[in-house]
C-alpha cells in the first residue's frame, strides 16, 4: 500500500480524534492536514503508521488547543462546531457515535487542560493508560492523574465521559420525542407546555458567536428559558425545522427569517435539561444536507 493510500485510509478516524479533542470540525481537518504533511515529508520508516499518526494528531490538537486559549475573545456562549447528518444511524458514516462526541462533553471538556482532554477522550476510544503515556511522552500515574482530574471536573458539571453503561436506543428514543414536542410548543407559542417539558435546573446556551443575535450569556430556570424561546421563535412568521442528527444525537435544524439555527438537548429525569443552539453561521460548515422543512418536526 502507498503512503498516500495508507494516510488516506485513516484520514477519518484522525479526523474524528481531532474533533473531539478541538470541538471544531473546521480546525479538526486543518490539524489533520498539517498531519498529512509531516506524514508525507518527515515520516520514513515508521514501524507503527496508526500509533505515529495518533500520536501526531492529539500532539496538533494540544497545539491547537493551546493557541486558542491564549487567542480566545469569543462573543457569548461558545458551543462545539455541531457535526450534523439527517438521521441515525447515518451519523456512523461521518463519525463514530459516543459520549465525547456529544456537545454536552465537548462544551464542557473546554474547562479541561489540553492534557486532560486528550486523556479522557482517548480513554473514551479504549485506549490504555500506558498507550495513553506513549502519546503523550508521559508516565502512566501521569495519564491516571490527568484521568481522575477530568473525570472529577466533568462529573461536577455533569457531562458525560463515556464510561458508564447507557441505555443508547431508549435514551434517543426519549430525547426525540422531548425535541418534538419542544419543537411544537415553541412553534405554538405554548409557555405552560414549554415549562413542563423544562428540568428545574434547565440552561439554555445561545452561540451566535457575535454573528447572530443570541442571549450573550446562558438562561437559567424553566421560566426564563420558556419565555427566551418563545419570544425568539415567535419573531419570525418563517419557520422551518427538520430533524437530523446533532454529533450522534438527535436534534434539529431550524430556520427563523432565514437564520440557521442548530439544536439539542440533554435530558434528565425525562426532562430538558440543557438546550444548545448554534446561530453562528461560522460553525455551520459541518452541516450535511439542506434546511428543508419537515412534516415531523415544523
Do not use: C
Amino acid at each position: 500500500m502507498s503512503r498516500e493510500a495508507l494516510f488516506e485510509g485513516q484520514r477519518g478516524r484522525l479526523t474524528a480524534l481531532a474533533y473531539r479533542m478541538l470541538g471544531s470540525w473546521t480546525d479538526a481537518e486543518d490539524v489533520v492536514q498539517d498531519v498529512a504533511v509531516e506524514w508525507w515529508v518527515g515520516a520514513d520508516d515508521v514501524a507503527n503508521p496508526g500509533g505515529w499518526l495518533t500520536r501526531t494528531t492529539v500532539r496538533r490538537a494540544i497545539d491547537a488547543l493551546r493557541r486558542r486559549q491564549r487567542e480566545s475573545s469569543y462573543v457569548g456562549p461558545w458551543l462545539p462546531e455541531p457535526v450534523v447528518v439527517d438521521r441515525q444511524p447515518a451519523a456512523a458514516d461521518l463519525v463514530e457515535a459516543g459520549e465525547t462526541l456529544s456537545t454536552a462533553f465537548l462544551m464542557i471538556a473546554e474547562t479541561l487542560t489540553p492534557p486532560q482532554r486528550a486523556v479522557v477522550v482517548l480513554r473514551s476510544l479504549g485506549y490504555r493508560h500506558d498507550e495513553i503515556a506513549g502519546v503523550l511522552d508521559i508516565t502512566p500515574a501521569a495519564a491516571r492523574q490527568h484521568h481522575a482530574r477530568a473525570v472529577r471536573t466533568l462529573d461536577r458539571h455533569g457531562a458525560p465521559t463515556g464510561n458508564g453503561a447507557v441505555d443508547r436506543a431508549g435514551d434517543e428514543a426519549v430525547t426525540r420525542s422531548l425535541l418534538v414536542a419542544f419543537l411544537s410548543a415553541a412553534r405554538d407559542g405554548d409557555l405552560d407546555a414549554l415549562v413542563a417539558l423544562l428540568h428545574d435546573d434547565v440552561v439554555a446556551y445561545n452561540d451566535g458567536g457575535g454573528r447572530r443575535r443570541a442571549a450573550r450569556n446562558p438562561l437559567f430556570g424553566p421560566a426564563k428559558v420558556a419565555r427566551f424561546v418563545i419570544a425568539v421563535s415567535g419573531m419570525s412568521a418563517r419557520r422551518a425545522a427538520r430533524l437530523v442528527t446533532v454529533n450522534g444525537t438527535p436534534g434539529a435544524i431550524v430556520t427563523l427569517a432565514g437564520a440557521v439555527h442548530v439544536i439539542s438537548i440533554q435530558v434528565r429525569d425525562g426532562r430538558i435539561h440543557r438546550i444548545f443552539d448554534v446561530s453562528n453561521p461560522d460553525k455551520h460548515g459541518a452541516v450535511r444536507g439542506p434546511v428543508a422543512p419537515d412534516p415531523a418536526a415544523a
